[in-house]
């Protein structure tokens, strides 16, 4: 574990944790704050969209570093949730895109080090992510995502920490609630031409509920080559092993209120639970032709295979038809980006284009052999999918005066699947197919610079989101072969706000934004851990977002983050109940809110952090009621939650020691973490812990 070794204010924008020997005589020189998720270096604050960079000292400030989730609630629009689940990944959701995910991440769009963590089809995850080796955090939200693609309701870009300074080592270990325990290490530094950014750590837990032990092995290396005066070359490797998660799977109400920490028995019977191993690298080749022009390369390739155990019905799986409950994935994902930038006085333009594939192996097995369940049984599915996109992109901006900012870009999307099925018995037909979905989808934004302390903007744009291969995977009516008729849905957002600076150390955020849908993708059944989807028509998203950041002493600072989304069917649409599901029978009305979502959120973080000693922090999390299906007969109810920190920091020589205790939950409230859309058992809740501690050290060695 990594407390924060100081905070420094950079820019008079960004807050960020960091700490500094006493031995040190020479002062620190930051540099300034910039953003690059538009694909140009910038300032946030001179940025025309909802950008918010997250330091990774702030990041990992007084808190476990198990899971991204925990540092990102300042982020107006984005609610991540620990799930509790490791089997599952954390939820995550900006404004509204992605709530509707059963498992992984998807209608947010994820990069790692410029590498994409979300593949073609838009199913994405952040497992890979070693906290303790982040630099930055930077969500891009609002209508310029678009340019990112397919599944670009909102961008999570997250960066290594820049390889610099003399060699440096670091050893933490964190202990906690439910068997919580928490071993890392890193390395960095530069020398010559050469820079580096090393980290692992081992994260286990007997887990909040029963049957959700979980074992994660992170690595994560950042190798940069200096290769001349205008060239750079930057090596990126990083793997992540599940050895096995054990999934406790969703709660109904009566079994939620009778016992937070329990499980179905059906998660029980058939050990449910998740075995995945992923490794992946790239480079990122930059050189600068001249002062004005910019040519930049990124290849990547990675491996990934997954293991499932689903807690489907034995009578269930007994039809011929249908694929069994284990499933067996190998994911092998590659491409490319190739980019050119030019820089004038007063104009610059960017154009490039992004390839990706994704070819994937999918195999279903039956989960039991005889009356043995939880095992894998007779093979019941085989088929090649292959996920392709090839995506010329332009951007440019202008400022024809110090005050005006235009800015303007446009991407072709492509995406085509294609399945090959090689499952083919007397009662099973071939069912291989294929699907293309594209989309041209401009983004036209104006920033004016009132004065100095004061920005106002709007934007516009299109987005598009294609069927993942999850969501294509099974029928609700229970036919095999995957559902090609699901069609992409497309989006049209706006978005007008101010960003100010009314006081030194201070600034403030405001936005304003509305997204229609069209085709909007949804969960029409869910049981036992498996989902259908459909279109359901139109929808609306629109909401308010505010944040600040307050520098009330120098060694006192505060942190505002608030969300207002109100999510709705424009359309009616009919559903299902039950699965499997011939047709679907079940009216939802118009007016009806999107399942997942949550009206109102808010965010407050008051930090206390001298140079060096005992440091204090407290955080405040409120949400309110979330419903949990299309029928908006059941939800979540709404909570609040405070934490609070203490630690110690203190340099002897060349080394610099740390120690941390945290508190989450210090009321012990019972509330839901997140939600399971649409559960056809009415398994909709998946219980957060009560009041749960950590605490830890670290220690790191300056050469």
Request: glycine share 10%; proline share 5%.
């Amino acid at each position: 574990m990594t407390p924060p070794h100081w905070i420094a204010r950079r820019h008079a924008l960004a807050l960020a944790a960091a700490m500094t020997a006493a031995a040190h005589a020479a002062p620190t020189v930051l540099e300034p704050v910039v953003v690059t998720a538009t694909r140009t270096e910038a300032a946030p604050f001179d940025v025309p969209a909802s950008i918010t960079r997250i330091d990774g000292d702030e990041l990992r400030a007084g808190r476990a570093q198990v899971n991204l989730s925990e540092g990102l609630g300042g982020v107006p629009g984005l609610l991540a949730r620990d799930r509790q689940n490791y089997a599952q990944d954390v939820q995550i959701s900006v404004r509204g895109f992605g709530a509707r995910a059963s498992f992984g991440i998807r209608g947010v769009r994820l990069y790692v080090d410029d590498i994409p963590a979300t593949l073609p089809d838009g199913q994405g995850q952040i497992t890979n992510v070693e906290i303790g080796t982040v630099g930055r955090v930077e969500v891009l939200r609002g209508p310029f995502s678009a340019l990112y693609g397919n599944s670009s309701g909102g961008i999570i870009s997250i960066y290594s920490q820049t390889p610099s300074g003399p060699p440096r080592v670091e050893a933490g270990v964190a202990f906690g609630s439910d068997g919580m325990r928490r071993t890392a290490a890193s390395a960095s530094g530069s020398t010559g031409t050469i820079g580096y950014t090393l980290g692992a750590s081992r994260f286990e837990t007997d887990g909040y509920r029963q049957h959700s032990r979980t074992e994660r092995r992170l690595a994560n290396a950042r190798l940069n080559f200096k290769l001349g005066s205008d060239t750079q070359l930057t090596v990126i490797a990083n793997s992540v092993d599940l050895p096995e998660a054990q999934d406790p799977l969703g709660l109904t109400r009566a079994q939620w209120q009778a016992d937070p920490r329990g499980v179905d028995p059906g998660a029980l019977s058939f050990d449910t639970r998740k075995t995945m191993k992923q490794q992946q690298g790239g480079l990122v080749l930059e050189h600068g032709i001249d002062a004005a022009n910019t040519l930049r390369a990124m290849v990547y390739r990675g491996h990934r295979t997954t293991m499932q155990f689903q807690s489907i019905p034995v009578a269930t799986q007994a039809n011929a038809l249908h694929p069994g409950g284990v499933i067996d994935l190998t994911r092998d994902y590659q491409g490319a980006d190739l980019r050119w930038r030019w820089k004038g006085e007063t104009t610059s333009v960017v154009a490039g284009i992004a390839a990706d594939e994704l070819s994937e192996h999918r195999m279903g097995r039956q989960n039991f052999i005889g009356t043995t369940l939880g095992v894998e049984g007779a093979l019941r599915r085989d088929e090649r999918n292959r996920v392709s996109n090839a995506d010329p992109y332009l951007q440019a901006e202008w400022r024809p005066t110090p005050a005006w900012l235009l800015s303007a870009g446009v991407r072709r999307s492509d995406v085509k699947f294609r399945s090959t099925d090689a499952y083919i018995t007397r009662t099973n037909p071939d069912d291989s197919g294929s699907a293309s979905y594209s989309a041209t989808l401009p983004v036209l934004g104006v920033s004016y610079a009132v004065d100095e302390r004061l920005r106002v903007y709007a934007t516009a744009g299109r987005g598009f989101e294609t069927p993942t291969l999850n969501e294509l995977a099974y029928r609700a009516s229970g036919a095999t072969g995957m559902n090609f008729a699901l069609q992409a849905s497309l989006s049209r957002s706006v978005e007008a706000g101010l960003k100010a600076r009314p006081w030194d150390g201070g600034e403030l955020t405001l936005a304003l934004f509305q997204t229609g849908t069209k085709n909007e993708i949804v969960t029409q059944t869910n049981v036992g851990g498996r989902s259908t989807f459909q279109n359901a028509g139109a929808t609306r998203r629109r909401g308010l977002e505010a944040s600040g950041q307050f520098q009330l002493a120098p060694t006192l600072q505060a942190q505002l983050a608030a969300t207002w989304l109100d999510a709705r069917y424009r359309d009616g649409f009919v559903t299902c109940t039950a699965t499997p599901c011939a047709a679907a029978s079940t009216p939802i009305a118009a007016g009806n809110r999107i399942p997942g979502i949550a009206r109102t959120s808010l965010f407050g973080a008051l930090t206390w952090q001298p140079m060096g000693g005992w440091r204090i922090g407290a955080e405040a999390r409120a949400l309110s009621k979330v419903y949990v299906n299309d029928l908006n007969n059941d939800a979540a109810p709404g909570y609040a939650t405070l934490a609070a920190h203490v630690g110690y920091q203190v340099s002897v020589g060349p080394w610099d020691l740390g120690a941390l205790l945290r508190v989450d939950n210090l009321a012990d409230r019972r509330y839901a973490g997140s939600v399971i859309v649409n559960d056809g058992n009415g398994r909709f809740f998946e219980p957060a812990p009560g009041r749960a501690w950590v605490v830890g050290g670290n220690a790191s060695y300056r050469f």
